[in-house]
């Protein structure tokens, strides 16, 4: 079975500055997505960033990367440039791709942007 | 931009009783969930839904709750008999048509008395 496993509960940064969370994943299968999940205080999931496991070039969305990791199967999210509106929870999950799977969350990172 | 839609956005209702939870996918989605979080905690699978007919289900999804698309445009979550446990807020996403990616409704704060 696959598992998702975010080891820190809480992290800050100031504002500006850049910040990595942690995620490491389980799986024995080859073809799978990896996500990063944004959720603010009103509580909406709000996909932040997408890796597709076949693609070795590790995806960016503006301030968002991601560094891939495949075969220590591990997930990181680089936030640089850090804002106030970056305060929330962030969930990293995966989704084997086998056609309409479901999303296995991880614990979830407390991220507080401090001014 | 299509969204998924979810009503009511907060339901309060007493232990016992049956509750339905609405969600209204992404018109041309197939594959549609239904997930739960208790407040915090992470997000759980609860079931996957497609082709009329649920494709897995989580140990959570016992014989209380439900699923049905009952008119092509609804998706509806029921349980029948509400503990103070299945307080959480509850999710419903779809699938898009690439299949990478899971569109989520803005979810359900269920509270149970």
């Known amino acids: 079975a696959q598992t998702v496993t975010q080891s820190q509960p809480e992290m800050s940064v100031q504002e500006a500055e850049t910040v990595t969370l942690s995620c490491t994943y389980d799986t024995s299968e080859n073809n799978y997505y990896l996500f990063w999940y944004k959720q603010p205080p009103s509580r909406q999931m709000i996909l932040v960033i997408r890796q597709e496991a076949y693609k070795q070039q590790n995806a960016t969305e503006n301030r968002f990367s991601v560094n891939f990791q495949k075969a220590a199967k591990s997930f990181s999210l680089k936030i640089s440039d850090s804002q106030l509106g970056d305060t929330a929870m962030y969930f990293c999950?995966?989704?084997?791709?086998?056609?309409?799977?479901?999303?296995?969350f991880g614990q979830g990172t407390e991220l507080s942007v401090k001014p | 931009e299509p969204e998924v839609t979810q009503t009511p956005s907060h339901q309060v209702t007493q232990m016992g009783q049956e509750v339905i939870l609405r969600c209204v996918p992404i018109?041309?989605?197939?594959?549609f969930y239904w997930y739960r979080q208790i407040l915090g905690q992470k997000v759980e699978f609860l079931v996957s839904f497609y082709n009329n007919e649920i494709s897995e289900k989580s140990e959570i999804f016992d014989d209380q709750f439900s699923v049905e698309r009952p008119d092509g445009s609804n998706f509806t979550l029921k349980i029948r008999s509400t503990k103070l446990e299945d307080s959480a807020m509850y999710f419903c996403?779809?699938?898009?048509?690439?299949?990478?990616?899971?569109?989520f409704g803005p979810g359900t704060r269920l509270t149970v008395t």
């Open positions: 996403a779809s699938l898009g048509q690439a299949k990478d990616e899971q569109y």
């Open positions: 999950a995966f989704m084997w791709n086998n056609q309409g799977g479901k999303l296995i």
């Open positions: 018109s041309n989605h197939l594959y």
